[in-house]
C-alpha cells in the first residue's frame, strides 16, 4: 500500500518524491536524483492548478467543432 502524500511538506527539499519511499536526499535507493515535491514546481497552489485547467475560462462560450476543409477531389 502507498504511503498517504503529504500536501504541504513543511521541508520538501529533504526528500527525494519520485516514489512511495521518501528517501532522503543524501541516501536515495531508487533514482540518480531528487524529484521535487509538485509544491516545489507549482508554488503553494498546486492542488488547485489541475482544476483551474479543467474548467473553461468562460462557461457561456460552447465548444466549436474543427471546419471541414475540401480536398479539392
Same mark, same amino acid.
Given at each position: 500500500?502507498?504511503?498517504?502524500? /503529504?500536501?504541504?511538506?513543511?521541508?520538501? !527539499?529533504?526528500?527525494? #518524491? &519520485?516514489?512511495? @519511499?521518501?528517501?532522503?536526499?543524501? +541516501?536515495?535507493?531508487?533514482?540518480?536524483?531528487?524529484?521535487?515535491? /509538485?509544491?516545489?514546481?507549482?508554488?503553494? !497552489?498546486?492542488?488547485? #492548478? &489541475?482544476?483551474? @485547467?479543467?474548467?473553461?475560462?468562460? +462557461?457561456?462560450?460552447?465548444?466549436?467543432?474543427?471546419?471541414?476543409?475540401?480536398?479539392?477531389?
Amino acid at each position: 500500500m502507498a504511503k498517504k502524500f /503529504p500536501n504541504h511538506p513543511a521541508n520538501p !527539499d529533504r526528500i527525494c #518524491w &519520485g516514489c512511495d @519511499q521518501f528517501c532522503a536526499v543524501n +541516501a536515495m535507493a531508487c533514482a540518480n536524483e531528487r524529484s521535487p515535491h /509538485p509544491v516545489e514546481l507549482f508554488g503553494e !497552489d498546486w492542488l488547485a #492548478w &489541475g482544476d483551474r @485547467q479543467l474548467a473553461p475560462a468562460d +462557461a457561456s462560450i460552447e465548444p466549436t467543432a474543427p471546419s471541414e476543409t475540401k480536398t479539392g477531389k
